[in-house]
T-cell receptor
Framework: AQKITQTQPGMFVQEKEAVTLDCTYDTSDQSYGLFWYKQPSSGEMIFLIYQGSYDEQNATEGRYSLNFQKARKSANLVISASQLGDSAMYFCAMREGRSSYDKVIFGPGTSLSVIP | GAVVSQHPSWVICKSGTSVKIECRSLDFQATTMFWYRQFPKQSLMLMATSNEGSKATYEQGVEKDKFLINHASLTLSTLTVTSAHPEDSSFYIC????????????FGQGTRLTVV
């Protein structure tokens, strides 16, 4: 069964506008972590933001914020003031458990295109 | 952030030959590394968990004898694709985390394998 769902295969956003990328997850663990990564066409994986299941505050990193709704099991990424360089694939990922030994699995991804 | 280096960045090999891909954590010790495979326009699929000093743990459906993983030291894991076939052509990427909890997974640059 799909543990991470990203329902938007592709998204467009106007430059300087904000955009929300959706992510829902499925786990029975109480302790887990959620990540967002950006993958440009070069293939590298760029870490954007992390949210722990016990974190009460939504995570923020510069223009990125994570809208964490635990009861709904959703962890949407909000990018404010979009830039042309934000055009890339975006992956939501989850680690069940909080240790470096626990594996990280990825959602199907959302392709974001920023329009000038 | 921490640096994970993967080598080579790309490789072309003949069908039936073996190819070795290296993943190094340059500035930290990684007791656990993960190997992923990514087909074009798809997500990262976890292949195996590589543990220093012990056998790798493979995900369901991944052939152990075909994808040999060795984690000989705290900074190096290798993936060997044995008797490569054209269907093994893919993007292979590794990741590692610091020991501890709530840790980001750092990724190598990835290796694009083409089997001809």
């Amino acid at each position: 069964a799909q543990k991470i769902t990203q329902t938007q295969p592709g998204m467009f956003v106007q430059e300087k506008e904000a955009v929300t990328l959706d992510c829902t997850y499925d786990t029975s663990d109480q302790s887990y972590g959620l990540f967002w990564y950006k993958q440009p066409s070069s293939g590298e994986m760029i870490f954007l933001i992390y949210q722990g299941s016990y974190d009460e505050q939504n995570a923020t990193e510069g223009r990125y914020s994570l809208n964490f709704q635990k009861a709904r099991k959703s962890a949407n990424l909000v990018i404010s003031a979009s830039q042309l360089g934000d055009s890339a694939m975006y992956f939501c990922a989850m680690r069940e458990g909080r240790s470096s030994y626990d594996k990280v699995i990825f959602g199907p991804g959302t392709s974001l295109s920023v329009i000038p | 952030g921490a640096v994970v280096s993967q080598h080579p960045s790309w490789v072309i090999c003949k069908s039936g030959t073996s190819v070795k891909i290296e993943c190094r954590s340059l500035d930290f010790q990684a007791t656990t590394m993960f190997w992923y495979r990514q087909f074009p326009k798809q997500s990262l699929m976890l292949m195996a968990t590589s543990n220093e000093g012990s056998k790798a743990t493979y995900e369901q459906g991944v052939e152990k004898d075909k994808f040999l993983i060795n984690h000989a030291s705290l900074t190096l894991s290798t993936l060997t694709v044995t008797s490569a076939h054209p269907e093994d052509s893919s993007f292979y990427i590794c990741s590692a985390s610091y020991r501890g909890t709530n840790t980001e997974a750092f990724f190598g640059q990835g290796t694009r394998l083409t089997v001809v």
